[in-house]
């Protein structure tokens, strides 16, 4: 599985931005995806997760209904909507085949996507 993310940029803060991982794997739709992130100088942390489905999603604590996790299985393609950002959203942004709430719990990763939020 090869993953690319993109959508990542410098936005203010209360912004918005969708974040999206393209998966080049012929069987896309039998993965559950996550997203995660690491700021400087922290460990990288669980975002979201979402089954092969899309029927289940789980969500950090920290997201407080602000993320979105979704999946496009037609185009191997899986989302992260964030609303309200806040500063300290402010990370690399993975996405990782997987599920759970570690970041163990996720192989392989994609490059990311940096976020930057402006106060």
């Known amino acids: 599985v090869q993953l690319v993310e993109s959508g990542g940029g410098l936005v203010q803060t209360g912004g918005s931005l969708r974040l999206s991982c393209a998966a080049s794997v012929r069987t896309f739709s039998a993965y559950a995806m996550g997203w995660l992130r690491q700021a400087p100088g922290k460990e990288r942390e669980f975002v979201a997760s979402?089954?092969?489905?899309?029927?289940?999603?789980f969500y950090a604590d920290f997201v407080e209904g602000r993320f979105t996790i979704s999946r496009d299985n037609a185009k191997n393609t899986v989302y992260l909507q964030i609303n309200n950002l806040k500063p300290e959203d402010a990370a690399v942004y993975y996405c990782?085949?997987?599920?759970?709430?570690?970041?163990?719990?996720?192989?392989?990763w994609g490059p990311g996507t940096q976020v930057t939020v402006s106060s």
């Open positions: 990782a085949t997987g599920i759970g709430d570690t970041a163990e719990d996720y192989d392989p």
């Open positions: 979402i089954t092969w489905t899309g029927g289940s999603t």
